[in-house]
């Protein structure tokens, strides 16, 4: 989900010149707008909102941008493992027990020029959508498709037609618009309009722009200036994150909320690949006392850890950007073991389901390999 396919990006194929930039890395952000909604024509009817890079809790459509229905077995979600922003959707469609709804179609972490492609399935398929690239059913939609092929990305099953790639926004939409088919006990993972709810989007811009894509303007800066400024401001957020979580078990207080998911799947990926791949390299996530425990206690709850791919993770990025890593070698390292020791997180109080409750065993075929993570 960077930039066009042929610009430069950790999603989409990169450009023959690769995907570092001259000067500093700036992350395209025009997505398909369009939503599923559970009234379309309600959401159609209140005015055109402007662009939202993180997406909003209701409102109205951007321009151009069309309502689709809820829709209980119409739409499959496409959202590699090795990805940190289609790994948000897979979480919290776990978390909310949205898996009857909406199915899951789990491309291979290494993508060709031409768009992810489904080569962990059998044939090389997708069984439910019959296609070998993302790219194809992005065309099937907009023949003349200008941009990224990226995940996640929610997909028309009658059609073939993706939908949305507007990863900040379908997490929202599942929290919101598919309330109809949430589990029993699902978590409350947006509080109530209110401070709260304006705190967490404040929350959720810096952990954004300074965080999730700051990692990014570290491994594609093409200047020594450029990179040095990623990196402070990326370490200036780190340690802003390590004081909030040093008093609270979640960023948000006693429960766990969209914010954590955001922040949950760049930590996930930062030793095994952003403090050496992309050199953000002031310490590592395991030597921040409150981050590192806070990751650990997120990693050990179910539907966080349960969908992490530590290998596939390693193979996309170190396979995928040759001018970061002109080898290709991916690296063996490092030890995983550790994401299952004791965090001591449940001393700060809390529930982190809040009045909800855990979600049940992963599904038959959605499983990580069990070679791929120290869960066991």
């Known amino acids: ?56 809790v209701g409102g109205g459509l951007a321009e151009g941008a069309e309502a689709w229905p809820v829709e209980a077995g119409r739409y499959r979600l496409v959202a590699a493992r090795a990805c940190p922003w289609a790994n948000r959707a897979i979480i919290v469609r776990r978390l909310l027990g949205l898996e009857d709804a909406i199915s899951l179609g789990l491309p291979g972490p ?26 194809e059913n992005y065309v099937e939609r907009f023949p003349d498709y200008p941009r990224g092929i990226t995940v996640p990305a929610l997909v028309d099953v009658p059609t073939g037609g993706v939908v949305t790639n507007d990863y900040p926004q379908i997490t929202l939409d599942f929290s919101t618009e598919w309330t109809a088919f949430h589990r029993d ?3 409350q993972l947006i509080p109530d309009a209110g401070p709260e709810r304006d705190e967490m989007f404040e929350v959720i811009e810096r952990v954004f722009t300074e965080v999730n894509n700051g990692v990014y303007r570290c491994g594609f800066a093409g200047e020594q200036e450029s990179y040095g400024e990623a990196y402070d401001r990326l370490w200036t957020a ?9 008093t609270r078990r979640f960023l948000m207080g006693a429960t766990i909320t969209e914010a954590d998911v955001r922040l949950f799947t760049t930590l996930a990926r930062f030793d095994p690949v ?37 290998d596939q993770i390693k193979h996309h990025y170190y396979e995928v950007h040759r001018d970061v890593n ?14 299952m020791s004791a965090h001591r997180r449940e001393e700060l109080g809390g529930r982190p389901f809040g009045d909800g409750t855990a979600p049940g065993p992963v599904r038959e075929g959605e499983a990580v390999d069990p070679e791929h993570t120290p869960l066991r």
Not at 110 to 135: A, C, I, K, M, N
Request: glycine fraction near 14%; charged fraction near 25%; charge should be negative.
């Open 185 to 187: 006990g699902a978590p």
């Open 326 to 339: 002109p080898t290709g070698i991916v690296p063996k390292g490092p030890d995983l073991n550790g994401w």
């Open 274 to 310: 952003y403090h050496g791949h992309f050199k953000a390299n002031r310490q590592k996530l395991a030597e921040m006392p409150a981050l590192w425990a806070y990751a650990r206690d997120l990693f050990q709850t179910p539907g966080f850890g349960d969908t992490i791919d530590f």
């Open 238 to 246: 780190m340690d802003w994150l390590e004081e909030r979580l040093t």
């Open 110 to 135: 290494v993508h060709d020029e031409r768009s992810w492609t489904f080569d962990l399935d059998e044939g090389g398929t997708d069984p439910v959508l019959g296609t070998h690239w993302l790219q």
């Open 1 to 56: 989900m960077d930039k066009d396919s042929t610009g430069q990006g950790s999603d989409a194929a990169a450009s023959p010149k690769g995907y570092i930039e001259e000067g500093g890395y700036d992350r395209d952000t025009n997505y398909i707008g369009d939503r599923i909604v559970a009234d379309p024509g309600a959401v159609r009817a209140l005015p055109t909102e402007g662009p939202a890079r993180v997406g909003r």
